[in-house]
């Protein structure tokens, strides 16, 4: 029987790897592509960023899905016993072991046998599932011993599930633990083509290379033991459909021996993770440019000593043009490094943080919804130039911190270790921000600088939290800023040029605010929350020009605009570096 010509399919995305993406040949279409932020906590300490090595482009043997039928060996297997036409393959009861390079059609059913892949290793040896079912009762279904690499493409239509030996399972190279996998690969592993594959791990991992993983696309379903897609050296997928139940982690990249290798790079697909562990963990970097996710992570969190996030990584977490929904039992979006959050969509719920970085987070665009989190944003620096972010926390909304931890609980996790550096800041040029918080609202160990961009930082907490909260100084030079609850906080200090107006008066929620100069509204907005306190500041207003304030259609009071502040704004007062006190109403 003629294989269909599946490789012509192929040469369009292959071409699309290179020309959309703007690469050259000699340019990785896939790699992390991580951006360095300079590293403001120590300008001397510049992060290390990943360069992928050429053994990780996709080369022409990653998209085929088959060659001349001349060069094809097809393989039958009926349940106990396995014919072959062509070469390259022998069989031996239930044990198919392809030994030299080539291309293998594979059909039919193994109710207790495996594909043994034992070349030499500078081969790459494709395996085409068109229709396969593998149970090996004691060990992996598909194993590559030896060889360059694997590629397993899945043919078009075809339906294919391997299921290994669970507690049965028996090594074949007990020394090196090998396999530990249900398919597995010593060498670099590829899976492609537009047929579908369901892999029951009830040993341990689900598919694992020791090398690199790269999956084209495919409709793969995995249930493991432990972890569910695993490449040891990285994790590259560029497309396909996913449904991921783990033990472990979802998707994991583990190499810790090579700064260099570790990281996991996602460009598009569809997945559904759901994990006792992390959904996605990168020992280096980890980067999404595309994609639809739902990740719920930590479903078996009963310890606290082991990790339970929603996307982890090492070095760095780059992320673009995604649309991410995170239910996490620790951190939703996390780096021991930096984050930069460049575009895309994400709902984050989090028995810890939403999004939390070691070292700098930069948050340039997208749309994020933090439904539910200990504190909402935290880094030891965080800059925001655009996007709309809305937090919900029960403590701090936004921090930025250093050291260890400030929080006395530190959430449930325990506090978190930050880069260590005399300097830590809240920026904030642009987007859109919209907090509740049940701490501080912007709370910084060292400075808060507002140049731009629309805040609303409202707080139900006790009188020791702000809804402005810094060490140092709260500069503000531009935006909107509304910030307010149960205290505003550290006053403005005598740097800051734009001027705000002050409330101290029962605020009821749902009810509009509105700041009025001679009829003209300045400033409305409608506060989720009854307010004690409340501190609004905008462009339009002068420093020492008069102001009526509005709830509805009822004047609250007439207020003078201030610049800076040196004694107390209501609520938790902070003292700022010079200026006017603020007015008191």
């Given at each position: 029987?003629?294989?269909?010509?599946?490789?012509?399919?192929?040469?369009?995305?292959?071409?699309?790897?290179?020309?959309?993406?703007?690469?050259?040949?000699?340019?990785?279409?896939?790699?992390?592509?991580?951006?360095?932020?300079?590293?403001?906590?120590?300008?001397?300490?510049?992060?290390?960023?990943?360069?992928?090595?050429?053994?990780?482009?996709?080369?022409?043997?990653?998209l085929k899905v088959s060659e001349s039928s001349t060069k094809i060996t097809t393989v039958q297997f009926n349940n106990t016993s396995i014919s072959i036409d062509g070469t390259g393959a022998t069989a031996k009861g239930s044990v198919l072991t392809v030994t030299k390079a080539g291309t293998y059609e594979i059909k039919g059913t193994l109710t207790n046998g495996q594909i043994m892949i034992n070349?030499?290793?500078?081969?790459?040896?494709?395996?085409?599932?068109?229709?396969?079912?593998?149970?090996?009762?004691?060990?992996?279904?598909?194993?590559?011993?030896?060889?360059?690499?694997?590629?397993?493409?899945?043919?078009?239509?075809s339906r294919n599930s391997v299921t290994d030996g669970g507690k049965n399972f028996i090594y074949t190279n007990a020394a090196d633990e090998e396999p530990n996998a249900a398919i597995f690969s010593k060498g670099d592993l590829t899976i492609n083509g537009t047929g579908a594959l369901t892999v029951h791990a009830n040993f341990h991992n689900g598919i694992s290379s020791k090398d690199d993983l790269?999956?084209?696309?495919?409709?793969?379903?995995?249930?493991?033991?432990?972890?569910?897609?695993?490449?040891?050296?990285?994790?590259?997928?560029?497309?396909?459909?996913?449904?991921?139940?783990?033990?472990?982690?979802?998707?994991?990249?583990?190499?810790?021996?090579?700064?260099?290798?570790?990281?996991?790079?996602?460009?598009?697909?569809?997945?559904?993770?759901?994990?006792?562990?992390?959904?996605?963990?990168?020992?280096?970097?980890?980067?999404?440019?595309?994609?639809?996710?739902?990740?719920?992570?930590?479903?078996?969190?009963?310890?606290?000593?082991?990790?339970?996030?929603?996307?982890?990584?090492?070095?760095?977490?780059?992320?673009?043009?995604?649309?991410?929904?995170?239910?996490?039992?620790?951190?939703?979006?996390?780096?021991?490094?930096?984050?930069?959050?460049?575009?895309?969509?994400?709902?984050?719920?989090?028995?810890?943080?939403?999004?939390?970085?070691?070292?700098?987070?930069?948050?340039?665009?997208?749309?994020?919804?933090?439904?539910?989190?200990?504190?909402g944003i935290e880094g030891a620096n965080v800059s925001i130039t655009g996007g709309t972010i809305k937090i919900v926390s029960t403590d701090d909304g936004i921090n930025a911190a250093g050291g260890a931890d400030q929080n006395m609980s530190g959430g449930r996790f325990g506090r978190d270790q930050f880069a260590s550096s005399n300097s830590y800041s809240i920026h904030v040029s642009g987007g859109t921000i919209s907090l509740l918080a049940g701490g501080d609202g912007l709370d910084s160990n060292g400075t808060i600088n507002i140049s731009g961009g629309t805040i609303v930082s409202l707080i139900q907490s006790t009188p020791d939290n702000g809804a402005l909260d810094a060490d140092g100084t709260v500069t503000i030079t531009g935006g909107i800023v509304i910030y307010g609850g149960t205290g505003t906080g550290s006053n403005p200090g005598g740097n800051s040029t734009q001027s705000y107006v002050y409330i101290n008066s029962t605020i009821q929620s749902e009810k509009e605010i509105s700041v009025k100069k001679d009829g003209k509204t300045i400033i409305q907005f409608t506060p989720s929350i009854d307010c004690k306190y409340l501190a609004l500041s905008s462009p339009d207003i002068k420093s020492g020009a008069s102001y009526e304030i509005y709830s509805g259609t009822t004047l609250l009071n007439t207020a003078t605009a201030g610049t800076g502040g040196s004694g107390m704004m209501g609520g938790r007062g902070g003292l700022g570096d010079g200026g006017m006190r603020m007015p008191r109403n």
């Open positions: 029987m003629k294989i269909k010509p599946f490789f012509l399919l192929f040469i369009p995305l292959f071409l699309a790897l290179f020309f959309l993406t703007g690469c050259s040949p000699e340019e990785n279409p896939i790699s992390p592509n991580i951006i360095q932020e300079e590293n403001t906590s120590n300008p001397d300490e510049i992060p290390e960023s990943v360069e992928v090595s050429e053994a990780t482009i996709p080369k022409i043997e990653d070349a030499t290793e500078e081969d790459t040896i494709q395996l085409i599932l068109n229709g396969v079912t593998i149970t090996n009762q004691t060990g992996a279904p598909i194993y590559a011993a030896s060889c360059d690499k694997l590629v397993i493409t899945l043919a078009e239509g790269l999956i084209v696309n495919g409709n793969i379903t995995v249930d493991a033991a432990n972890h569910g897609i695993r490449g040891k050296d990285s994790v590259s997928i560029l497309d396909g459909s996913f449904q991921i139940a783990a033990g472990g982690d979802g998707i994991q990249s583990s190499n810790d021996q090579d700064k260099q290798k570790g990281w996991v790079a996602i460009k598009g697909g569809d997945f559904n993770i759901t994990t006792a562990n992390d959904g996605i963990q990168a020992e280096t970097s980890l980067n999404i440019s595309g994609g639809n996710f739902i990740i719920q992570s930590g479903n078996d969190s009963s310890s606290s000593s082991e990790s339970f996030k929603g996307i982890k990584a090492g070095t760095d977490v780059l992320l673009s043009t995604a649309s991410l929904t995170i239910t996490s039992a620790d951190d939703a979006i996390h780096s021991n490094g930096n984050i930069t959050i460049q575009n895309g969509s994400f709902i984050l719920s989090s028995g810890d943080d939403g999004i939390h970085a070691d070292k700098n987070l930069t948050i340039a665009g997208g749309n994020i919804n933090i439904l539910k989190s200990y504190e």
